[in-house]
């Protein structure tokens, strides 16, 4: 696609229950990072995918967040027994290779809001 | 691991003034800074970047300024105008999955 598509663009949850964001990177896109974005603060890295490599998962705040990513494409970051203080905007990013940095693409990102 | 600050806040200009926003950084084996600007429902996009072998870069009305000693860097918009009213966020990175983002500068410029 032309840019990094990411799906809901809201969410509204209750606590306790499990919830599913969806990034599609841009294509021939190996590098796939994710970041929380809560009120009045940077961006916090979550989880980061290159290729077929190990992910990089130092940036998880707890076992209850975990990501895959398909077929070295499609990602999807999953909350379990979300908490109010999950509620952030959760932002995805592709970087093709040889780009690296300078080649992040970030999506429109998913509002998530925990009631 | 590397921590970023960035200053201010909160910013407003008129238009046609200038605009300089400030991040330090802790780390110093951060060699990439990127600037990114953050527009309303929309993701962040990367304005402009400096490397460390770079002291200062410009493009068209926005620069970036490098003191390495300092571990300082900083963004500069001049002749500012309503639509660079935004969030910009300044980074620093080691590598691609340890690049560390400010808090953000709500830049607001009232025409």
């Known amino acids: 696609g032309a840019g990094v598509s990411q799906s809901p663009s809201n969410k509204v949850t209750e606590k306790g229950k499990d919830v599913e964001l969806r990034c599609d990177p841009i294509?021939?896109?190996?590098?796939l990072y994710w970041y929380r974005q809560s009120l009045g603060q940077g961006l916090e890295f979550l989880i980061y995918?290159?290729?077929?490599?190990?992910?990089?998962k130092s940036g998880l705040p707890s076992d209850r967040f975990s990501a895959e990513r398909t077929g070295g494409s499609v990602s999807t970051l999953t909350i379990q027994r979300t908490q109010q203080e999950d509620s952030a905007v959760y932002l995805c990013?592709?970087?093709?290779?040889?780009?690296?940095?300078?080649?992040?693409?970030f999506g429109s990102g998913t509002r998530l809001t925990v009631v | 691991g590397e921590n970023v600050e960035q200053h201010p806040s909160t910013l407003s200009v008129q238009e046609g003034d200038s605009a300089v926003i400030k991040c330090t950084y802790s780390?110093?084996?951060?060699?990439?800074f990127p600037w990114y600007k953050q527009e309303l429902g929309k993701g962040p996009q990367l304005i402009i970047d400096?490397?460390?072998?770079?002291g200062e870069k410009k493009d068209q009305r926005i620069a970036v300024t490098l003191n390495k000693t300092a571990k300082h860097f900083s963004l500069h918009i001049t002749e500012t105008q309503p639509e660079d009213s935004a969030v910009y966020f300044c980074?620093?990175?080691?590598?691609?999955?340890?690049?560390?983002f400010g808090a953000g500068t709500r830049l607001t410029v009232k025409p």
């Open positions: 980074a620093a990175s080691i590598s691609n999955n340890d690049m560390r």
């Open positions: 294509s021939g896109h190996t590098a």
């Open positions: 400096i490397r460390s072998n770079v």
């Open positions: 780390d110093s084996a951060s060699n990439y």
């Open positions: 995918f290159q290729g077929n490599s190990a992910p990089d």
């Open positions: 990013a592709s970087s093709r290779p040889g780009q690296g940095l300078r080649g992040y693409t």
